[in-house]
């Protein structure tokens, strides 16, 4: 039997992913014919039955949503393992995360509210804020640096710095307001509208393919930053945008979805264990797809079919996250090999 390209078993993810969206589609606590569902999704079902408000109003947008989530963090983190030549880099690793918790701790424990007008964009605006203020910050660091190993401690600092001001503010909050914010950590992928969609997916394909753009200097940078400026690579202007990709990607899925750890760090290793390369041509399409397949299958775990009970979807991407990143701390000169 003929073995198979990388680019053949890439071509393979496609009917998986098709396969898992029309299962997170199907799947729920209310059980739906499947000929209802097809008859649903191809436009020619009753749109004043229940079922069909299910599908269109809650499942259709929460499987786009896993879908578009999962390529989005799982890009993210490989362009910032590539970045820092670090196999336990994430998307979050530029205090992303930190910045947009701190935007809603600021909304939530101040007592602002998301009450009214601010009840269907509150909390995603003020998660924007707070991630852009960070990304500014990075940008501006970035461009003063000369390498990026710096650039990470600053990132990492940024976000300890703006975690330790979370802290504080849910030490002087009302239980009220620290359990609003601690369902805003959980992550959730079903919260979004047909309106909030549209401004998510459009912004995520701007931030892929900011980042694919660079996919031949994500290949140089693997050989170190000399090797790279010596092959003519300006090593600034290329972190510029792969920061500002990665930010875009992790604080747009921040801020719709809340926090979802993880899926950034593992998808990656995954990709590379897999399809057994270090070229960005090839993990870069494989990462997008596997990401979006694995945020898929967390999420039809999360949502236990059947049962009238979700679990936070963070939380079942950890499961799922945290013994890779043991495995990964115990193979650790195994998985350096990719990274130069």
Known sequence: MKKLTKYQLILLLLPLLAVLFVLSVSL?????????????????????SANYHIINSYRLPKALTSMFAGAALGFAGLQMQTLFRNPLA?????????????????????GVGVNGALAYWGMAI????????VLLLVVLT??????????LLVGL?????????????????????????????????????????????????????????????????????????????????????????????????????????FLGLAVPHISRILFKTSNHFILVPATLLLGACLLLICDLIAQLPGIDLILPINAVTSLFGAPVVIWLILRRKNISKHFG
């Open 28 to 48: 729920g606590s209310v059980v739906i014919p499947f000929g209802e569902i097809i008859d649903i999704l191809i436009g020619n079902g009753l749109k004043d």
């Open 90 to 110: 994430g998307p979050f690793v530029l205090g992303i995360s930190s910045g947009a918790s701190l935007g809603v701790a600021l909304l939530v424990l101040l």
């Open 126 to 133: 003020a998660s924007i804020m707070g991630s852009s203020a």
């Open 142 to 151: 970035s461009v003063r640096l000369k390498d990026s190993m710096s650039l």
């Open 157 to 261: 600092m940024f976000g300890a710095f703006t975690s330790a001001i979370v802290s504080i503010m849910q030490y002087f909050s009302t239980a009220e307001d620290i359990q609003n914010f601690l369902f805003w950590t959980f992550g959730a992928t079903g919260n979004l509208s047909w309106e909030e969609l549209q401004i998510f997916i459009p912004v995520i394909l701007i931030g892929i393919l900011l980042g694919y753009w660079q996919a031949k200097p994500l290949n140089a940078l693997l050989m170190g930053e000399n090797y790279a400026q010596s092959m003519g690579l300006r090593i600034q202007y290329v972190r510029l945008f792969l920061v500002i990709s990665t930010s875009i990607l992790a604080g747009v899925v921040t801020a719709f979805c809340g926090p979802i750890a």
